[in-house]
């Protein structure tokens, strides 16, 4: 039913196109909608109508990142007001994707807001665990916006470059989108173990340093 209904979705052009692709994109973490469709397929089906000049390429590309941005920040108030009680009933109890959200967002901080963006899960949970968690409204609108940006002109124009073979792009990225995270995880994780290598290096040579002699002033 799903796969009929987005095969459906390329028959549109003009402004139900736009409306269906941005109202998909913005409740996927609003309204929970990213548990039955993540919102990199609809922003690919987005590429694709554009890529068929059934919509304009630069619209589509505005209005995702609009859609996701606007999507994220109703998210993430929505967790601050009534995620407790959300935590507490289905289909959120008990969820294992909450406390791994949690968990990352504790050790990450804002960039952990940004990187979710591109994780299916994670993308539909963060907003709403950065709002229980009381992350700063400000430092998740910077990262949120950040990654609503590259991840929203990114798979518009992968859609649209793609084209025909849009199928075979959207399996790929649902198996290497995982891979991806844990390979950018690594990386920062290296870099943040060479700063700290750096900071104790640069306070054993401080301690190395022979200490001023106060020289007496005449009276």
């Known amino acids: 039913m799903l796969t009929s209904l987005l095969h459906g979705l390329l028959s549109l052009t003009g402004w ?8 998909l ?7 929970f909608l990213g548990f039955v469709l993540p919102g990199e397929i609809a922003v690919v089906y987005g590429g694709v109508l ?22 994220d920040s109703v998210g993430y108030e929505v967790g601050r007001h009534i995620g407790p009680i959300l935590l507490r009933h289905r289909p959120l109890k008990n969820l294992k994707g909450v406390d791994q959200t949690r968990d990352f967002l504790r050790r990450r901080g804002g960039p952990a807001v940004f990187l979710g963006r591109f994780v299916s899960v994670l993308r539909a949970l963060m907003p709403g665990v950065a ?23 990114g798979f518009t124009i992968a859609g ?12 790929l ?13 690594a990386v920062l994780a290296v870099l943040l173990a060479a700063r700290k290598v750096r900071n104790r290096r640069r306070g054993r040579e401080q ?3 022979p200490a001023g002699t106060s020289v007496a002033k005449p009276d």
């Open 16 to 23: 139900p196109a736009y409306l269906i692709v941005g109202l």
């Open 25 to 31: 994109c913005f409740g996927e973490a609003a309204f």
């Open 50 to 71: 554009a890529s068929r000049h059934q919509v304009s390429l630069e619209w589509m590309c505005a209005l995702v990142v609009l859609a996701a941005i606007l999507g």
């Open 131 to 153: 709002g229980v968690s009381e992350l700063r409204y400000r430092t998740f609108l910077v990262f949120n916006a950040l990654g609503g940006l590259v991840w929203g002109i």
């Open 160 to 171: 649209f470059l793609v084209g025909k073979s849009y199928e075979h792009f959207l399996k």
């Open 173 to 185: 990225v649902g198996r290497t989108g995982t891979y991806v995270l844990i390979g950018v995880v």
């Open 207 to 209: 301690e190395r340093e």
